[in-house]
């Protein structure tokens, strides 16, 4: 799963990515930023794609090859759901520890984006995922206030995989009670907030 990529030098990016059994990898994708690169439309966040690279002893980063998109959240239906892959993608970059194979996590992106491409509501899903990876990493509280609505989604959560999440039929009232926990507890693991939660409130606002 591609998580994220940054410019190096004129022409190149460094990609970060999450394997299932190899753990977070970064590496150089050399002219990956020229017109006509064989990694076109295969770098973008929460990307599922076949990526072959190798190693170099000493270098912390590894040189890709090639990468080859499996399944990819450009198509999905909105501007919105495109908005969340990012964020999602962002999610498990902050919490993958390089080379820590963790294949819970690499399992959760993956189903996250066949339920954004199954046309999956955004909201629900969103908290669905927020709720799996805090609890993955240990960091969801057993004695949380909620209201009986929060309490059972959160509940459901447990019993549906994510491209049913809206069989659970949360509120709007309910899924921003949800947000605002989620967010505080994310907020307060990381020591700041997520640069794509910027992005999705103005997505919101438009």
């Known amino acids: 799963l591609v998580l994220k990529t940054y410019k190096l030098g004129e022409a190149d990016r460094i990609v970060v990515f999450l394997t299932a ?47 080859e998109p499996v399944r990819t959240p450009l198509v999905a239906v909105s501007p919105e759901a495109l908005g969340y892959s990012h964020y999602f993608a962002e999610l498990l970059d902050e919490w993958a520890a390089d080379a820590d194979v963790d ?60 491209g049913e999440v809206d069989s659970l039929g949360a509120s709007s009232r309910v899924l921003r009670e949800i947000e605002l926990i989620h967010r505080k507890l994310i907020t307060m693991h990381l020591d700041r907030e997520l640069r794509s939660v910027r992005v999705l409130n103005e997505l919101r606002r438009s």
Do not use: M
Not at 33 to 48: D, I, N, Q
Not at 130 to 152: F, H, I, K, M, N
């Open 21 to 67: 059994d190899r753990g977070k990898k970064r590496g150089v994708a050399g002219h990956a930023r020229r017109p006509r690169s064989r990694f076109r439309g295969a770098l973008e966040p929460l990307t599922w794609a076949r990526i072959a690279y190798f190693e170099r002893e000493r270098h912390e980063l590894v040189g890709l090859n090639y990468a």
């Open 103 to 162: 294949e819970r996590l690499y399992r959760l992106g993956c189903s996250a984006l066949e339920a954004l491409l199954a046309g999956a509501p955004v909201e629900p899903l969103a908290r669905y995922f927020e709720c799996w990876l805090l609890r993955l990493q240990g960091v969801y509280p057993a004695d949380l206030a909620l209201s009986s609505g929060a309490a059972t989604f959160l509940d459901g959560v447990r019993r549906v995989g994510p």
